[in-house]
């Protein structure tokens, strides 16, 4: 049955809304129009303009990180490329265990999950540079399932999601952003510029709406971080700084992060000038507004190239490199919790050595609302 101009819904149990899989959905076109798409398993709403989902996230029954690895090469900068792929109950204290493996070698790939599929784009098996996207399922452990590819072949630490769509940031050495659908397969399209065009092997970290970018490697602007709306497609704008302020390259580089819905922690990273000092420092910022960041608390060992990635109560780095002789990879897992200011904690250890990696959760911060 068909009616117009409904100004008021009674039901005392339920009522059933239109139900199709995706290709359904272009008989549907009226803006605010409601649906549940089989394909996806969820309601959808259509704005005008696009379908988006309704997210059903919950934080109950959730809480793994799976974690790439990336290199596990003793050295200075010297890099192994595995595909090796570890997990942990981000709830609980330990050890990772074996998850799976990535479709290809590599180390420096891009992230961004949802709460069922984890997503690793991109990468490096020096010297070739990759374009390949893969995805996990979160829950279950098996070998990555190719997603699509990256519009050349490029590699990107950096990457964070909504619950719907992943974003690719400062790919290779360039200020290009592209993004995915996480939901389905295909190929990365463009989304906008990051505003610093100097940076690379940055990080970022999300909330539902809004995902914060830092490079890894940028003159003049070290202590910069950008933010974007992740659900429009555009270039970022300025935020404010870190607490790693200095000239050229004097700011923190290869720092990582992890975020929960309302705050974003960075950690770790080196002064790229010598003696290359590795520092351990925590900054947070609150996503929602902008703004300088704020000091809050140390890591346990100074380290850079950490594996980071949270629930909405915890933050989790992983592996990394650490001070001189060496710059050695180690296998150290921390934990912060977001609501308290404080130093780390003692989480458990890798399988490996590792570095050069990245990790996804199926609880972080970019999951909730819509």
């Known amino acids: 049955t068909l009616t117009s101009s409904v100004n008021e819904l009674t039901a005392t149990s339920n009522f059933v809304v239109p139900t199709g899989n995706t290709d359904d959905r272009i008989h549907c076109r009226t803006a605010g129009s409601i649906r549940f798409n089989q394909d996806l398993a969820t309601l959808e709403f259509y704005t005008g303009d696009e379908w988006r989902t309704v997210n059903s996230y919950t934080d109950i029954g959730r ?20 595909d090796i792929i570890e997990y942990l109950n981000i709830a609980s204290l330990g050890n990772t265990m074996d998850f799976g493996r990535l479709s290809v070698n590599r180390y420096y790939a891009g992230r961004s999950s949802s709460s069922t599929r984890g997503i690793f784009a991109g990468g490096q ?18 070998d990555a399932i190719d997603f699509g590819n990256l ?49 690379s092997k940055g990080t970022a970290c999300s909330s539902p709406t809004r995902l914060l970018y830092y490079s890894g490697n940028t003159s003049p602007d070290s202590s910069l971080v950008e933010f974007l709306t992740i659900a429009s497609k555009g270039n970022t704008q300025t935020f ?57 608390g140390n890591l346990t060992s100074a380290r850079y190239n950490a594996s980071a990635t949270g629930s909405q109560t915890r933050a989790i780095y992983a592996g990394g490199q650490g001070q001189e002789p060496g710059f050695a990879r180690v296998t ?3 934990y912060i919790e977001y609501a308290s200011s404080g130093n780390a904690l003692a989480f458990g250890e890798l399988g490996l050595d590792a570095s050069l990696g ?7 911060g970019g999951l909730g609302g819509y």
């Open 332 to 334: 150290f897992i921390d």
């Open 125 to 142: 098996s020096s010297p070739a540079k990759r374009d390949t996207i893969d995805y996990v399922t979160m829950a279950s452990e098996g």
């Open 358 to 364: 990245n990790a996804n959760s199926d609880s972080h």
């Open 240 to 296: 404010g700084d870190l607490t790693f302020t200095g000239n050229a390259f004097e700011g923190g580089r290869r720092t990582t992060s992890a975020s929960n819905q309302t705050r974003g922690l960075f950690a770790g990273g080196y002064k790229n000038v010598s003696p290359y000092t590795v520092h351990s420092s925590i900054n947070y910022m609150t996503i929602s507004s902008g703004g300088n960041a704020t000091d809050f």
């Open 63 to 82: 809480g793994r990180a799976v974690i790439h690895h990336g290199s596990t090469k003793i050295g200075a900068d010297v890099t192994d490329a595995n």
């Open 151 to 199: 519009s050349d072949a490029r590699r990107s630490p950096a990457g964070a999601s909504s619950s719907t769509r992943g974003i690719i940031p400062g790919l290779d050495t360039t200020n290009t952003i592209e993004y995915i659908q996480i939901s389905t397969l295909g190929d990365a399209l463009d989304f906008g510029d990051l505003t610093n065009t100097n940076g």
